[in-house]
């Protein structure tokens, strides 16, 4: 994963940004969670890439059997052990996401969401691959970006964040195009649907592009 969330936008810092967070991007974030929680079953175990802290895991925890939460930052790792300290269902592991410590087979779904795309540093079909690879025939791997059409509620926010200090200061000359950049290093990306499909076929994989709150784009694959 990217070392700037690692060393500079993790454990409260990162619980921070979704604090200061417009109420159009809170929208966004847990209408992306309600999307996967109605396509997961009360049996399931599932594993999520980029965990940070344990954010969402409040609303799966409520839909599923187990959680595990990989991430490279020790902070977050650290904090949300400590807001789940009493819950035997959730379990965090540092790790890096594209190799994986599981055996095959082990997870019914594999969660990549709320662009946790942009903070990785790998190949995006080694990601893939990966997370298929522990995923049990007949689970569900989910990725999820950024709609272009979210693009200007997104910047507001990013821009709030800033302000805040939590990333740096946007570099406006860079930032464009599903792209914000900041003069600290801090870069965060999108996948286009059409990157998505691509992948798809490149890989012959059994999936869809389905776009949700006019805010995320999700790509689920099924394995």
Known sequence: ?????????????????????????????????DFVCERIKASDMVLELGCGYGRIFPNLLTKVKTIFGIDNSLSSLQYGKQMFALNDKVHFIQMDAGELGFINNTFDAVLCIQNGLSAFKVEMK???????????????????????????????????????????????????????????????VTILPKEFSKLSLELNLNSEIKETDNSSVFFIIEV
């Not at 060393?7 to 990162?14: P, T, V, Y």
């Not at 990966?130 to 997104?154: C, D, I, L, N």
């Open 1 to 33: 994963m990217n070392k700037y969330y690692a060393n500079k936008l993790s454990a409260e810092r990162l619980k921070q940004c979704y604090n200061v967070a417009q109420d159009i991007v809170k929208q966004y974030l847990n209408a992306e969670i």
């Open 126 to 188: 080694k990601l893939i691959s990966e997370a298929m690879r522990v995923t049990r025939p007949g689970g569900q791997v989910f990725f999820s970006t950024y709609s272009e059409k979210f693009w200007q509620h997104r910047l507001e926010w990013f821009k709030i964040q800033s302000k805040h200090g939590l990333i740096g200061e946007i570099d406006y000359e860079q930032t464009g195009n599903g792209v914000i950049i900041c003069k600290d290093g801090f870069k965060a």
